[in-house]
């Protein structure tokens, strides 16, 4: 169990630094977008949920959970770029 909690240990390390290269993504983003109302885009949401779907079933890892991890991480990511945007402009 030892070295099963050492891999996800390890896993979750790495997994952070992706989440700050894809949070850093969301910096650019509030930078470039010039309307408040453009941070949200449910078309793009709708399109970055199908596209890990679509990664889960081709890794045999359950779909319907992928898909609700990635709402979450979507809508968290809405937030955090509009708090940059109104950060950037205040
Ligand atoms: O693609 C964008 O416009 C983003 O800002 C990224 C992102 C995402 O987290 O993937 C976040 C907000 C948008 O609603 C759509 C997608």
């Known amino acids: 169990m030892a070295e099963v ?3 996800v240990d ?3 390390r790495a997994l952070i ?3 700050s290269t894809r949070f850093g993504y969301m910096r650019a983003a509030a930078r470039i977008k ?3 109302g453009q941070v949200r ?3 793009r949401k709708a399109a970055v949920i199908d596209a890990a779907k679509a990664d889960a079933l081709a890794k045999g890892v359950p779909v319907d959970l992928i898909a609700e991890f990635w709402e979450n991480l979507v809508e968290t990511s809405i937030a955090y770029e509009m708090e940059e945007w109104d ?3 205040s």
């Open 10 to 12: 390890a896993t979750d």
């Open 17 to 19: 630094d992706l989440l």
């Open 87 to 89: 950060r950037i402009r």
């Open 41 to 43: 885009d449910e078309e």
């Open 34 to 36: 010039p309307e408040r």
């Open 5 to 7: 909690r050492a891999g």
